[in-house]
């Protein structure tokens, strides 16, 4: 056993917690951050899903340091990559011209630029990162969490770690059950949160589907894959609202329930800088070569790139046979994600329909040099849905919904931390919902989300904090997820150097305009301008 002390202790170097570190470490504190992959950032590289955002990102509605972060990802192309002219000049580059994000981007590059933010630190000693790192055990007296013992990986070696604050930036919640926090899991039902849109009856174990993404690029000749194993169940299988196999181009609109048949055209001929993606006006999903499109080779000087190269997060991967979230076979359910995505992959080598009127692109790839696997997968799932904690406050479909609120006007709160936008988009679920879609006002981060009922010094820094089932599907995208983990992270150092617990910040009005006053000054957006949501 290895023993560790520090100020600071972040569980899961996702997004959040990385914002969340960078936040302490600004702070002057010592940090310790853990991972369980082998990339830091979470759902930008290791499940490799390019940034999905507001509207307004390009102007205001994120953190300053997460526009660092996009910038930064600009800048590695400017400085390392073959950019045409016209290309190089855009302010506003977009490296694959996808049309679901203004920035979609390898997620290699997003890891250099995450570990270049994080490196002065790692000098100084102030940062440690324990990498491959899984919690295994935690300590806990009365309301306050003493230690977190992580397990290498690798070579199995424990190492306890002893912290003033604890953040679980975890993908799933995975400390709230270790430390004993409270939280929920799957649907609430509408009489518990007065949500329109819950279900008459809650449902825990009735989750948003994950899914396994994967890199595909495509070049002339045969790479076709060997027949997965479980094909021949996926090449079937038909959820009863879907209107076709889930291997097809067919299926439900998440906007509006229509069954829809989008195009695949890994041959297209387009002009990427004539591309803007815009999620107020259209999803950007259908023509899906271009929709996740992370790197658009004509954006390079001529043959430098044989093909574009695409990220597939299709609703064709949703995951609906089982949550991984506490299940008594979360090992089966990975297994079947990844299986589904191998399926998909290989009925678009095979059987997808081409313009020609032929079948199946078989000089497609898959890119494992992109996604740093061999199989060519994403390192990890992508998750939607984590647990999540009962807070001081949960933020309610009534708080966010367009429809319910009667205006597309910011929503605020009095204890606002950050801001965030993004529709209350739910994929299916394993509970059988297809999807639900609803137009949201752009809302501030209340503060109360943040802090649990009970424990003193854990901190959520992710997708776990109070939101509901329907919430959640407004807070789960990436700027959220970061601004979540810089305020957590603001929050823990702040409460260390005045030795208050970060439920007198939020109750104490002078101390709570104090915290506000830091955080903006960190560069924290606080309130949104008039504008309109959708």
């Known amino acids: ?72 990802i600009r800048d ?41 933010l994080l490196a002065p630190y790692l000098g100084t000693g102030r940062l440690t990162v324990l990498q491959p790192a899984i919690p295994v055990e ?14 290498d990986a ?30 929920v899991t799957g649907s609430e039902s509408r009489e518990q949160t007065g949500e329109p849109s819950a279900p008459e009856t809650a449902s825990p174990d009735n989750m948003q589907a994950f899914s396994w993404c994967f890199a595909i690029d495509h070049v002339p000749g045969d790479n076709t894959i060997e027949k997965p194993r479980d094909y021949d169940y996926w090449r079937n299988y038909e959820p009863e609202f879907w209107g076709a196999p889930m291997l097809s181009l067919t299926g439900p609109d998440p906007r509006t329930l229509e069954i829809v048949t989008r195009e695949f055209t890994p ?77 998909m992959f290989y009925w678009l080598q095979t059987e997808a329909p081409r313009p020609d009127g032929g079948k199946g692109w078989p000089g497609l790839r898959l890119r494992g040099d992109v996604t740093g696997t061999t199989d060519g997968l994403a390192q990890a799932p992508y998750i939607r849905e984590s647990r999540r904690i009962k ?60 802090i649990p009922v009970r424990l003193e010094n854990l901190l959520p820094a992710g997708k776990n904090v109070g939101t509901t089932h329907l919430t959640n599907g407004a807070f789960r995208l990436h700027p959220v997820e970061w601004n979540i983990g810089e305020a957590a992270g603001w929050l823990a150092a702040f409460c260390l150097e005045r030795a208050i617990e970060p439920r007198a910040v939020r109750n104490t009005p002078s101390i709570l305009k104090e915290f506000q006053t830091l955080l903006a000054g960190a560069g924290v957006e606080l309130h949104w301008p008039d504008i309109t949501g959708y």
Request: hydrophobic share 40%.
């Open 1 to 72: 056993m290895n023993y560790l002390n520090t100020d600071i202790l972040i569980v899961g170097g996702g997004l959040g917690g990385v914002a969340a570190a960078l936040a302490a470490l600004k702070a002057g504190r010592r940090v310790v951050l853990t991972e369980q992959y082998q990339w830091l950032g979470g759902q930008l590289t290791s499940q490799a899903v390019p940034m999905d955002e507001h509207a307004w990102v390009e102007q205001f509605g994120v953190t300053a340091s997460y526009r660092k972060l996009r910038e930064g």
């Open 76 to 116: 590695y192309y400017r400085a390392w990559y073959p950019l045409t002219e016209e290309a190089r000049a855009k302010s506003d580059l977009n490296p694959g011209a996808g049309l679901v994000s203004r920035l979609c981007a390898e997620p290699k590059v997003a890891v250099a630029v995450i570990d270049a």
């Open 138 to 151: 935690a300590e806990v007296s009365g309301t306050r969490i003493t230690s977190v013992t992580v397990r």
């Open 154 to 183: 690798r070579t199995s070696e424990l190492t306890q770690i002893t912290a003033g604050f604890v953040l679980d930036a975890t993908e799933t919640g995975e400390l709230l059950p270790l430390v004993g926090a409270e939280y």
């Open 267 to 343: 041959t297209i001929d387009d002009d990427p800088l004539a591309l803007t993606a815009d999620q107020s006006q259209a999803a950007g999903d259908r023509e899906l070569w271009t929709f996740r499109r992370i790197l658009a080779r004509k954006l390079f000087t001529d043959g430098h790139f044989d093909s574009d190269i695409v990220l597939v997060n299709w609703p064709m991967i949703d995951y609906l046979e089982g949550s991984i979230i506490d299940s008594p076979a979360p090992e089966k359910h990975l297994e079947g994600a990844r299986q589904l995505s191998l399926s």
């Open 391 to 450: 807070a001081e406050y949960t933020v309610v479909e009534n708080d966010l919904s367009v429809a319910v609120r009667g205006s597309g006007k910011p929503s605020t709160f009095f204890d606002s931390v950050g801001v965030g936008m993004y529709r209350i988009d739910l994929h299916p679920s394993t509970g059988g919902d297809n999807y639900i879609d609803v137009p949201s006002v752009p809302f501030e981060i209340p503060l109360g989300a943040l």
